[in-house]
């Protein structure tokens, strides 16, 4: 009989799990998310750049690649395709399609790819495209409608679908109204599906002017922020880069849920996590003759007999008084649920009363979802624009799913925040700050020691004044975990040896002591007394019962 306590999480498993479905993806619920590269081959996308620059076809391959590993490493059952538009030879399902080239199908992202990829990089890669796909007439309607056929040949479930187009020409057709329409209509038609259409434009003579054709392709931006970003073609690979990647990274929710204001006023909001610990992925079980992945089932038997237990004849106890008081896995359900996953507001408080000791795990964002029920977004702002403007915090109690314990949560209002060329920064919203139960605090009684002399504090403050710098999360990469996926790289691609990383956490020690000066060995003198030296090592102590004089 399964014990009480075996059947609950602990509120940091729960955490953990929460983030691994951020990190990984819960495929079974969301679906997969899908991408497809539609890259222009015409001749001008060949032409390379002043100073050696690199030609927008490679960069457009070299952002590919990146994509690829990216997803092997992030969402590997994320489906991703590649295909090329105003070639001279034609390949894609049943041939349909003239000037058409499926370069890759929709599928998983595998090192075979990569290195196919790879292959069209640089000079030699653009004399290999020029062999294998060439360069002809253009039709973006069919290399449009050849996407279409990818998308409904997928018999999984796809929960996002993006596709990218990569052009350097403003004007693929030439002013052919014919294809012009039928390119439109196609567009038209695969919005409608649910294809999200993105222009990756690139630089070109002249200037990229969009309002001559590609206005009407492209899917309007998702939100303000992007407006910018559509209207201004990349001549850096760098630029471009960024641009794919907040494209297509898709956040996932890890819920989706009601915030209740009051009787009958619901908003739909989504939960976020905004930031996630990245961890190695975990080891998966092969059989050892074939290499395949290998499932394993738990079975429970009874004791004495052997025989096989069903789930409905497994009871959970609890001894309580002396007794075991047992009890069907349906009761056990019903006493666990405190009621329905949700927000339900409490009330709301100045902002002095949260204070930093009420920090007890990462928190997650809020924000609302219009799609979910309509109106959730003006009443989410308005909301949001009391909160920011009284300076107080919503208390809410929060179930974030099924049968999990409900919380007290801070809803901490966050106002928009925008960079150069109006490309947002911050997103508005509410970060949800997990406050703690009584028996979550308890009192410390910290050693004692003695005071500094203000002196030595005044030293201190100097120095640490000069070591300050502006810290960004994204620059600091954990050595660790990106030394085990260059070795996995390397093995896959069958490389000589793995890419050198760059240890960023390492201190520069000489940027340092060039900033300091003689300020270390200034503070050394305020603190440690004369003729003491802090890296000397200490004398060996004398072992006990050892004898001092021998008589």
Known sequence: ??????????????????????????????????LVFLVDASKEMFIKGEDGEPSNFDMTM?????????????????????????????????NSFKHVYVYHDLNEPGAK?????????????????????????????????????????????????????????????????????????KASDLKETGVVID???????????????????????????????????????????KRVRAKELKKRTLARLNLCLGEGINVAVGIYATAVAARKPGSIKLYRETNEPVRSKTRTFHTQTGSLLLPSEIKKAQYY???????ERDEV???????????????????????????????VFLYPEEDEVKGSSCLFSALLKKCSERNVFALCRFISRRNYPPRFVALLPQNEELGEGKVQITPPGFNVIYLPFADDLRTLDPPQFPSASQTQVDKMKEIVSKLRFKYRSEGFENPV??????????????????????DLIMPKVDQIDQRLGPLVQEFKDLVYPAYYNPESKPAAKRKTGQSMNHQ
Not at 65 to 93: C, H, M, W
Not at 223 to 234: K, N, R, V, W
């Open 321 to 327: 008084g002396g007794k075991e008081i047992v009890m």
């Open 113 to 185: 790819r990569v290195q196919e990829v790879d292959a069209l990089r640089g000079e030699k890669g653009a004399k290999l495209a020029a062999e294998t796909i060439g360069s002809g007439e253009t039709s973006l309607g069919d290399a449009l409608w050849c996407c279409a056929n990818l998308y409904s040949d997928i018999k999984l479930r796809l929960s996002h679908k993006r596709l990218m187009i990569f052009t350097c020409r403003d004007e693929p057709h030439g002013g052919d109204s014919v294809k012009d329409r039928q390119a439109r209509t």
């Open 199 to 241: 222009l990756m434009h690139l630089m070109k003579p002249g200037g990229f002017n969009i309002s001559l054709f590609f206005c009407d392709i492209v899917s309007p931006p998702e939100d303000e922020s992007e407006m910018g970003l559509q209207l201004q073609p990349s001549d850096k690979l760098e630029d471009l880069q």
């Open 62 to 94: 070299q952002v590919v690649r990146t994509v690829y590993t990216s997803k092997i490493i992030s969402s590997d059952r994320d489906l991703v395709a590649l295909v090329f538009y105003g070639t001279e030879q034609s390949k894609n399902p049943r």
């Open 481 to 502: 975990i990106q030394q085990h996926f260059r070795n996995l790289e390397a093995l896959a691609l069958d490389m000589m040896a793995p890419e050198e990383i760059e």
């Open 1 to 34: 009989m399964a014990e009480w306590n075996a059947y609950y999480q602990n509120e940091d498993e729960e955490g953990e799990q929460e983030e691994g479905e951020q990190s990984g993806g819960d495929y079974k619920i969301t679906g997969r998310d899908s």
């Open 333 to 363: 359900d019903a006493i666990k649920k405190f009621d329905d996953p949700g927000l339900f507001l409490i009330g709301f408080k100045p902002m002095e009363k949260l204070k930093l000791l009420h920090h007890i795990r990462p928190a």
